[in-house]
């Protein structure tokens, strides 16, 4: 089992519909969840962190955490094809980060 | 604010020459910096992170290696390239902490012949 897992896609969503992103992972230690959107041929970027059970919102984004289940998870409200990248999730372990392959978002106009 | 440079943008290799790519950060003191690979169409593997000057933490045994001769830059070397090197590589950092937000610097996109 890997340490963080992710559907690879792609997922594809209509413009304006809300993309549901998902990540689990398996240690049960690990404080902070992270997201990240990649551009082909750019960077990671960071969207957004969550330590904490439950919701946390910045503008068209909201994770979730679930710590009990084991999962965390990306909402992207009204997807633009601008948001059409890879979404990784990230776990930390100590001074390290554990990242999981990544999901392709297509958002088609 | 804080920023991440790495250079070069890019490199052509042939195979068996040696590798240096540079990571500096600034507006931060005493980050965690980290190197990380990512083959085309794949993940990221973290190869090497550093707490502090001179601290070298390998993930992967291979035939690359790490140095941090200042707080704020980060080497990534080889002395003979192989086929399987070629790949984005990424620099990060973080501030000391709990939280451990990482921020990737724009990467070097390195193909060895």
């Known amino acids: 089992q890997k340490e963080v897992e992710q559907n690879s896609g792609p997922l594809s969503v209509p413009e304006g519909a809300i993309a549901s992103l998902n990540c689990t992972y398996s240690d049960r230690g690990s404080q902070s969840f992270f997201w990240y959107r990649q551009y082909s041929g750019k960077s990671p970027e960071l969207i957004m962190f969550i330590y904490s059970n439950g919701d946390k919102e910045d503008g068209r984004f909201t ?3 679930n710590k ?3 999962y965390v998870s ?10 059409s990248a890879t979404y990784l999730c990230a776990v930390n ?3 390290k980060l554990v990242f999981g392959a990544g999901t392709i978002l ?3 106009s | 604010s804080q920023t991440i440079h790495q250079w070069p943008a890019t490199l052509v290799q042939p195979v068996g020459s040696p590798l240096s790519l540079e990571c500096t950060v600034e507006g931060t003191s005493n980050p965690n910096l980290y190197w990380y690979r990512q083959a ?3 993940g990221l593997q973290l190869l090497f992170y550093s707490v502090g000057i001179g601290q070298i ?3 992967v045994p291979q035939n690359l290696s790490a ?3 200042q707080d704020r830059q980060f080497i990534l070397s080889s002395k003979k390239l192989l086929l399987s090197d070629s790949g984005f590589y990424l620099c990060a950092w973080t501030e000391t902490g709990d939280i451990n937000e990482q921020f990737f610097g724009p990467g070097t996109r390195l193909t060895v012949l």
């Open chain 1, 106 to 108: 297509r958002v088609k």
């Open chain 1, 63 to 65: 994770a979730q955490l």
């Open chain 2, 40 to 42: 085309a169409g794949r």
């Open chain 2, 57 to 59: 933490s390998s993930e």
């Open chain 1, 93 to 95: 372990r100590g001074n």
């Open chain 1, 68 to 70: 009990a289940s084991q």
């Open chain 1, 74 to 83: 990306l909402l992207i409200r009204d997807s633009q094809p601008s948001d």
């Open chain 2, 67 to 69: 140095s941090r001769p």
